[in-house]
């Protein structure tokens, strides 16, 4: 029994001395293929961008792994770096470059998986002792992964890195608009959708001249989700911002979806006085005028069954002002790039009766 045991202690010492020269020999040979890839960006075209990144990419990989290997313990349980130097040189010198390869190869829809692939050894990267004391970028690395994680609606990652950019400084604006992208994304209910909401809240009150956040509370409240008390928000922002197209744009999305077209048009005139350039503006305009000009038919044509006298100049003066919106939308965009202005002009120039408009744009229609 005593013989097994001694047999036992003297294999498995072997197998830790075989595995601690294992070890050395990946990492000398790691260390020999890092070097092999350094010496090759001499012979690389400054114009062959993709190929210089990727060995760079493969010199940092090589370099982690052959000091990796290089840190596992002696027979004496002592770690003895060889390769150390070299490692530690080649890290601090090709490491921030995986910061460029990830922007120019991540931006290329053909080459994003390796960009997000040297954005993701980066952040390994900054954890080695060897780069102690660099240049962190990793909020940088962390919110790139997380804008392109989002683009491929991975939005679990694109979350877990958008948290990793907030806790820095020249990202955490960037990584609240990512994280607030993948919220919108993932809202299932209430809870959800309240959360996403206060988040909004905050990013516009910290910059409310940000056109953006007042499009996402647009786009929120166009979402088919529980209802909230958005439009004492939206008075709130015009209260502070009233020479502001943008509150009352959304105070015009807002009663247009409600189908309360006065007071939709009334504040989409108000953003057309302070921005007579939006184009979807107008167009909403004309549409609103349009849907008034029917209720207001309806109500008229309602009367004279009654036998009640009403003039038709009650609902065609509507369409008038309708159609002189949707002239201004044709004559900014002639080729419908923006908005479809066709249907609503050809429904106001319907019931003015203008046959020679009529005409005339059933042959654009013919000629789509």
Not at 40 to 68: A, C, G
Not at 329 to 337: E, L, S, T
Request: glycine share 2%; hydrophobic share 35%.
């Amino acid at each position: 029994m005593k013989k097994i045991i001694i047999l036992l202690v003297f294999l498995n010492f072997s197998l830790f001395v075989l595995a601690q020269q294992d070890a050395y020999k990946q990492a000398e040979s790691y260390h020999h293929l890092a070097k092999k890839e350094e010496s090759k960006l001499k012979n690389i075209s400054i114009r062959d961008t993709v190929q210089y990144y990727t060995t760079v990419y493969n010199i940092v990989d090589y370099s982690l792994k052959s000091d990796e290997l290089d840190r596992k313990p002696n027979k004496k349980n002592k770690i003895r770096t060889k390769f150390d130097e070299d490692n530690k040189t080649r890290l601090n010198s090709f490491c921030p470059v995986l910061i460029d390869a990830g922007k120019f190869l991540a931006s290329k829809e053909k080459y994003r998986k390796q960009g997000i692939n040297a954005f993701s050894l980066y952040l390994i990267a900054k954890k080695s002792p060897l780069l102690e004391g660099s240049i962190d970028e990793s909020g940088v690395a962390s919110y790139y992964l997380a804008y392109y994680y989002l683009k491929e609606k991975d939005y679990v990652t694109a979350d877990r890195y958008a948290d990793d950019a907030l806790k820095y400084d020249e990202t955490a604006k960037a990584g609240a608009d990512v994280k607030a992208e993948c919220m919108y994304e993932q809202m299932a209910n209430e809870s959800d959708s309240l959360k996403y909401l206060a988040v909004l809240k905050r990013l516009y009150n910290a910059d409310p001249t940000n056109e953006k956040y007042f499009s996402w509370i647009m786009r929120f409240y166009q979402k088919p989700t529980a209802k909230f008390n958005l439009e004492d928000f939206v008075d709130s922002r015009l209260e502070n911002n009233y020479n502001s197209p943008i509150p009352w744009i959304l105070k015009g999305e807002i009663a247009m979806h409600a189908r309360r077209w006065e007071e939709a048009v009334d504040a989409y005139k108000h953003a057309d006085k302070l921005d007579p350039t939006l184009i979807p503006l107008i167009y909403n305009i004309g549409v609103c005028l349009n849907q008034m000009g029917l209720q207001i038919r309806d109500t008229v044509l309602s009367q004279r069954k009654k036998g009640e006298i009403v003039s038709e100049t009650l609902y065609t003066k509507v369409f008038a002002e309708a159609r002189d919106y949707l002239e201004r939308v044709r004559a900014k965009d002639p080729r419908r790039n923006k908005v479809d202005w066709i249907g609503p002009l050809y429904m106001a120039y319907t019931i003015l009766d203008d046959k020679l408009k009529v005409a005339e744009l059933e042959s654009i229609l013919e000629k789509k």
